[in-house]
């Protein structure tokens, strides 16, 4: 059975930093591609950004220059460090995972990413 569990989400305010980790279990880690999406109150999932089995990374715009991915293949592990956080990043933030073949979609319970003062 597969499992992504996140960790790390959290109160934080204006300006500040967090990081996320996915721990994924159940599954032959490096074949998978990872991401990291969230959903603010009222608004649809977005893809925050996502990081191929391979290393190719995308980012959404919003999170450009701010948000790092990476994986660590041997930890079975996915992380997300955000910095320069604004109110606008709030939302529950939820790890993905994609096996290629066959098409399987996976994701994590969510965890929560408050931007406040």
């Known amino acids: 059975q597969v499992q992504l569990v996140e960790s790390g989400g959290g109160l934080v305010q204006p300006g500040g930093s967090l990081s996320l980790s996915c721990a994924v279990s159940?599954?032959?880690?490096?074949?998978?591609?990872m991401g990291w999406y969230r959903q603010a109150p009222g608004k649809q999932r977005e893809m925050v950004a996502t990081i191929t089995s391979g290393g190719n990374i995308k980012y959404a715009d919003s999170v450009e220059g701010r948000f790092t991915i990476s994986r660590e293949n041997a930890k079975n592990t996915v992380y997300l460090q955000m910095h320069s956080l604004k109110s606008e990043d709030t939302a529950v933030y939820y790890c993905?995972?994609?096996?290629?073949?066959?098409?399987?979609?996976?994701w994590g319970q969510g965890t929560q990413v408050t931007v406040s003062s």
């Open positions: 159940g599954t032959i880690f490096s074949n998978l591609h």
């Open positions: 993905n995972a994609i096996r290629p073949f066959p098409l399987i979609t996976y």
